[in-house]
């Protein structure tokens, strides 16, 4: 029986893969650290509007952090 430390590592490992199935032009994800990564790089090539100006931007990058109880909370983006 695997205990709660071999699931969340079995977890992060499927989440890695699925991540780097995804990855592409649009959505660049870059993970950070060691195996099994709790951190992610995401780069958004997608122009948004970042200002009521207007002002654009061509993309946007973020930090998404897999929390020590993750899957039981959420990940963290900034």
Do not use: W
């Not at 997608?46 to 993309?59: A, C, V």
């Not at 990058?61 to 983006?77: G, H, K, Q, V």
């Amino acid at each position: 029986m695997l205990d709660q430390r071999e699931i969340r590592n079995k977890r992060l490992v499927n989440e890695y893969k699925e991540l780097m199935r995804i990855n592409g032009d649009i959505i660049k994800i870059e993970p950070l650290g060691n195996t099994p990564y709790e951190q992610y790089r995401l780069t958004f090539n997608i122009r948004t509007i970042i200002s009521n100006k207007p002002k654009f931007s061509d993309k946007t990058i973020c930090t998404l952090t897999l929390p020590p109880t993750y899957p039981f909370t959420p990940p963290n983006a900034h």
